[in-house]
T-cell receptor, first 116, second 113 residues
Framework: GAVVSQHPSRVICKSGTSVKIECRSL??????MFWYRQFPKQSLMLMAT?????????EQGVEKDKFLINHASLTLSTLTVTSAHPEDSSFYIC????????????FGSGTQLSVL | AQSVTQPDIHITVSEGASLELRCNYS??????LFWYVQSPGQGLQLLLK??????LVQGIKGFEAEFKRSQSSFNLRKPSVHWSDAAEYFC???????????FGTGTRLQVTL
């Protein structure tokens, strides 16, 4: 079964609203969580890396105030897209690794965000 | 629903030996195909991708992959493995108009000297 739960799988929102995406590890405590964004028919873009007990490290070009990442607990990370705009429409996917699992990477099922 | 299968969870090869990592997908149409590598403690790095055209794709670090429609496969190859290639390798597929990305479960490569 799935070891990483990502919710919601699909969300449609109005421009200017905020959207929260959850990523939860089900069977283990996550050492590191990664958030990726994927543009249509293109490769993944790493947005940020979140280690337990510390703030997220954002990649160059990713707006911290726009994409708020909270590693709330050892099993939960949230990505909040604030004041969403149509250009934020994309596929967002989280991945999780754990020292307990030799840092093997597990992926969430992704969230398709559409901003109208 | 589309799915991606990487049959080998763990592979060990000697340095200098050739490598082939298997990837199979299930999808009716031709998908967009990717291979990613994850080194310990780091995020994913794109090795190569296939969208259309020549079915043999060249990537970074000396890797190549071949798309075989008849076998629904996109196997990753390297003629001579280096110790620094030890990592986890993920095959991924983009399918459908929603461009949902689906990953395989990964293959961990160990290189012996």
């Amino acid at each position: 079964g799935a070891v990483v739960s990502q919710h919601p799988s699909r969300v449609i929102c109005k421009s200017g609203t905020s959207v929260k995406i959850e990523c939860r590890s089900l069977d283990f405590q996550a050492t590191t969580m990664f958030w990726y964004r994927q543009f249509p028919k293109q490769s993944l873009m790493l947005m940020a890396t979140s280690n337990e007990g510390s703030k997220a490290t954002y990649e160059q070009g990713v707006e911290k105030d726009k994409f708020l990442i909270n590693h709330a607990s050892l099993t939960l990370s949230t990505l909040t897209v604030t004041s969403a705009h149509p250009e934020d429409s994309s596929f967002y996917i989280c991945s999780v690794s754990s020292r307990a699992n030799n840092e093997k990477l597990f992926f969430g099922s992704g969230t398709q965000l559409s901003v109208l | 629903a589309q799915s991606v299968t990487q049959p080998d969870i763990h592979i060990t090869v000697s340095e200098g030996a050739s490598l082939e990592l298997r990837c199979n997908y299930s999808y009716g149409a031709t998908p967009y195909l990717f291979w990613y590598v994850q080194s310990p403690g780091q995020g994913l790095q794109l090795l190569l991708k296939y969208f259309s055209g020549d079915t043999l794709v060249q990537g970074i670090k000396g890797f190549e992959a071949e798309f075989k429609r008849s076998q629904s496969s996109f196997n990753l190859r390297k003629p001579s493995v280096h110790w620094s290639d030890a990592a986890e390798y993920f095959c991924a597929v983009v399918t459908g108009t929603a461009s949902k990305l689906t990953f395989g479960t990964g293959t961990r490569l160990q290189v012996t000297l």
